[in-house]
């Protein structure tokens, strides 16, 4: 799983950090980050929460569909049905969660917003039932469909997903789309709230990390250093653990610990000597302790790596 940003700069929320290091709102690389993780556990096939079981209509075709996950065959043979009983619980119910399954499956965003539109229509005729049977389990794929419709129905996804939880259903991924739901809303410290939870069901290193990113954005360093050591300590992939330990050597400079910052960016450079973020972070640090000269040519080095990096190019020119 990578991050398709890469850099993430943050610093205490709403202070400018100490020796350079500009205070930059996150938002963007949280979502960012957050989609990439649904994208590495949803669209590319890792994870897709857990499928609803269904209580309705044991003995249904539809119902065998379901559980061969055949949802062509499913929203085919539900067509048919609605023809003949257009408010059929059922077909309303299950034809629903077809067209959510078969639309985050799209590559093509135009199929995939006609199917989740589909999607919402049915399973919104299906709640006109009132039928208690099922009510969590729709709203589950409900908050989940909304969501994917875009940041204009955060605040449905939201409602939906938690009504879900409070109905008593909770999927693997649930909390996780509700963190992310929430951080495209500025909604921070509810997104560490569900990243924690998120956390708890699954000890996921791209779940650390964006915790930690997270936790920066509202200022929880001391709880944002310890998700990056997690997120070190259980990842196996290289890069997410490059990004942690920058993550974390700016943590570290902010506090004042520089020779554990140092620390990580010499391993980072260790692994990647072409990382340009290890490099500036290099250059901060030794800007902090008044070594201009090695400042100056651990950001020259970033430039170089990285001829358009922003920030290393204004420590220069202010230094």
């Known amino acids: 799983m990578r991050d398709p940003e890469g850099r993430f700069r943050v610093s205490e929320a709403g202070t400018k950090a100490p020796h350079g290091i500009a ?25 897709l929460g ?19 996950q055949a949802y062509g065959d499913l929203v085919e043979l539900s067509n048919r049905r609605l023809e003949d009983q257009p408010l059929e619980y059922e077909s309303l119910l299950l034809s629903g969660f077809a067209y959510f399954y078969m639309g ?22 299906a709640k006109l039932h009132g039928r208690p049977e099922m009510q969590s389990e729709l709203q589950y794929i409900l908050g989940k469909t909304y969501f994917h419709k875009g940041v204009y129905y955060d605040d449905l ?25 929430h951080a495209r809303r500025h909604e921070y410290e509810e997104s560490v709230y569900h990243l924690e939870r998120a956390v708890e069901l699954n000890p996921d290193d791209l779940l650390y990390y964006t915790l930690g990113a ?13 998700s990056f050591r997690e997120a070190v ?25 520089y020779d554990e910052a140092e620390e990580q960016m010499r391993l980072v450079l260790q692994d990647n000597p072409k ?25 020259r080095e970033a430039v170089r790596i990285e001829p358009r990096h922003v920030d290393a190019l204004q420590s220069l020119q202010n230094n």
């Open 50 to 68: 857990s499928l609803p079981s269904v209580k309705v209509g044991s003995n249904d075709e539809l119902v065998r569909l379901w559980g061969e």
């Open 214 to 226: 997270t936790r920066m954005q509202v200022g929880r360093n001391e709880e944002a250093q310890r």
């Open 157 to 181: 996804a939201i409602e939906y997903l938690s009504a879900s939880l409070d109905g008593g259903y909770q999927s693997t991924d649930t909390h996780e789309y509700l963190a992310l739901a």
């Open 23 to 47: 205070p930059v709102t996150v938002f963007l690389a949280v979502a960012v980050l957050l989609i990439g993780v649904l994208a590495a556990l949803v669209f590319m096939g890792g994870r």
């Open 233 to 257: 300590r259980v990842s196996s992939d290289e890069y997410l653990q490059q990004q942690a330990r920058i993550r974390l050597g700016e943590l570290l400079h902010m506090s004042g610990d």
């Open 275 to 299: 990382s340009a973020d290890a490099h500036f972070v290099l250059g901060e640090i030794y800007s902090a302790r008044g070594d201009r000269e090695r400042a100056r040519y651990e950001w």
């Open 104 to 125: 985050i499956d799209q590559i093509e965003t135009e199929i995939q917003h006609d199917y989740m539109n589909q999607a919402v229509v049915r399973l919104r005729k």
